[in-house]
Each structure stands twice: as C-alpha cells, then as structure tokens.
C-alpha cells in the first residue's frame, strides 16, 4: 500500500501563509495524479485541486483559485500546497491522496475508497 504522510499544518493568522508537504513512498510516485483534500467536522471531504503525473496540469477548487498553489517533486516523491491569504474559511484537516490505480484520475467525484488518503495536517486559521 502507498504511504502518504502530510506535514506543515499549524495555526496562522488571516492573511498568512503555510507550505503543507506530501512524503509518498513508492519507486513510480510519477505515475500518479495527486491530489489535495480538505475536511472540517460533519462534513465530507472537499477536493482542493490536483495536480497530474508529469506536474504541467492542474486544477483547483474555485474557493482556492489565486491563492493556493499546488507543485510536485517527482525526484523527491513528494507533493506540495502552497496557500497564500489564508482565510479563517480554510480552516480544516488537509489530506493529500493518490488513486490507488496507477494513470488514474482524480477530480471532485473521486470515491474516497478509491484513493490512498494520508494521516492529515490540522490547519488553522484564525481572524
């Protein structure tokens, strides 16, 4: 099973900035879409944007769009999000995923048992 651990949440103040960081392990992490979600209490997971194999394409949910950035290091299998003018709205438990077929695709109507999830990183944002 792919492993995914995500790292650099904290707590932040509206308008601030935080880089979160998505270790994969594996030998063929480029083979891979990987995306970023998002979850607060009593709600289902958000998707937050994607970003394809080879990193030239993306896609972002239109409440992040000018904001958050997503890039990935295929030498480093390791996936990033920066978000730029944090808003107290961001505040959530952001999990990085992959499908767990290797060239498949992930987008907002991506089955959660389709897909590896990380652990999550809190982040929060305050006013």
């Known amino acids: 099973q792919v492993q995914l651990v995500e790292s650099g949440g904290g707590l932040v103040q509206a308008g601030g900035s935080l880089r979160l960081s998505c270790a994969a392990s594996?030998?063929?992490?480029?083979?891979?879409?990987m995306g970023w979600f998002r979850q607060t209490p009593g709600k289902e997971r958000d998707l937050v944007g994607v970003?394809?194999?080879?990193?030239?394409?993306?896609y972002y949910a239109d409440s992040v769009k000018g904001r958050f950035t997503i890039s990935r290091d295929n030498a480093k299998n390791t996936v990033y999000l920066q978000m730029n003018s944090l808003k107290p709205e961001d505040t959530a438990v952001y999990y990085c995923?992959?499908?767990?077929?290797?060239?498949?695709?992930?987008?907002?109507?991506?089955?959660?048992?389709?897909?590896?999830w990380g652990q999550g990183t809190q982040v929060t944002v305050s006013s």
């Open positions: 995923a992959t499908n767990k077929m290797p060239y498949g695709r992930i987008d907002a109507k991506t089955l959660s048992s389709d897909v590896f």
């Open positions: 594996g030998r063929f992490f480029s083979r891979y879409d």
């Open positions: 970003i394809r194999r080879t990193g030239e394409s993306t």
